[in-house]
């Protein structure tokens, strides 16, 4: 019986198995080579981008500087050489014969700041009222007073009664209870973040000041709506605001003018629904009502056009430009013949009619 030969099991040799694993040693390096790797790379994507965007931003600095923006704002104002005093022609003091005489009284809304002063809705209104071929005409004079609130154009009514108008026109804006200036009663308010913006870590990291800047104009404009809804909340200002609303209709009574205001909106937002001051209006609309003075309110007139169309400096200075004065002047001139406040006869035989949605306008004959 032939037997098979017995194979020897496998032997394991310890130094071949010890050469053939891995050292513990070599595992820790790999393993500590993939966690620098995940640690590192990151940062690194991290830099980059921080680099790139820096770059970036300085191109976009550097090409915005080579190229200002050009505006179409006037390098000069006139004025008329024999009235320095008011922006606006000269006018006798004592009201001349076949004449109606009316005021304007406001701020630099009505002053016009950044407009020439015959591009104000005063002088603008003036011509309108002066079409018609009758023997009466119109007189509008200007008494804006920049920075001028309620209380001060109250003062200055009372000066201008000497100048006999028919009627008197208060311009109202959204800031004119103000108790004193806006930079006097907030000093330590930098809206701009001008001196912010001067520290050295944002002149040479520019994303860092790119950043800071937006984050300041979003400061800039919560503190800006909040500021003016507060004037016509606190108590102090709205009577002060108030009052001199009741003193302007008692003088303008006492001396038998006609007085009328018209409201103005705040062209730095969007007039639509979002618009921040609906609220400010509606409480100024209710206290000239209460206070039975005939009133308009041109925020509904600038309804869905875009602010940078009626800034004088779209972005930087949201005072009205020619067209929120054009657009201001049309609505008031109607409004003024519709309730009766200007005699009829200030008013063209013929108008044209243009459409609300584009083309061209038509003749209308108005009927006397």
Known sequence: MNRQPVRNA???????????????LTVLKKSGSRQRYRFFAPLCGLLIALIVTEIVVRSIE??????????????????????????????????????FRMIVLGDSFTAGTGVQFDDTFSKRLERLLNMGSGPLKAEVLNFGVPGYNTVQEEMLFKKAVVRQPDLALLEITLNDAEMQPFRVAFPNFDPSGEKLLRKPIFQWWRTAAFVAQRLINTESHRFYIKYHQSLFEEPESWKRFSSAIVAMRDVARANKIKFAAVVFPMFSYPIDEHYPFWSVHTKINGLLDDLGVDHLDLAKSFEGIPPARLQILPGADSHPNEIGHRIAADRIYAWL????????TLKPAIELHGQKNGGKPSHQEHVK
Not at 14 to 22: E, F, N, R, S, V
Not at 337 to 344: D, G, L, S
């Open 337 to 344: 013949h519709r309730r009766e406040i200007v005699p009829a």
């Open 62 to 99: 550097h090409f915005s500087a080579a190229h200002p923006k050009r505006h179409d704002r006037p390098e000069r104002f006139h004025y008329p050489e024999n009235n320095r005093k008011w922006r606006d022609f000269s006018y006798t003091e004592e009201k001349p014969a076949n004449t």
């Open 10 to 24: 496998p032997t394991t040799d310890p130094a071949a198995t010890q050469a053939a694993a891995p050292s513990s």
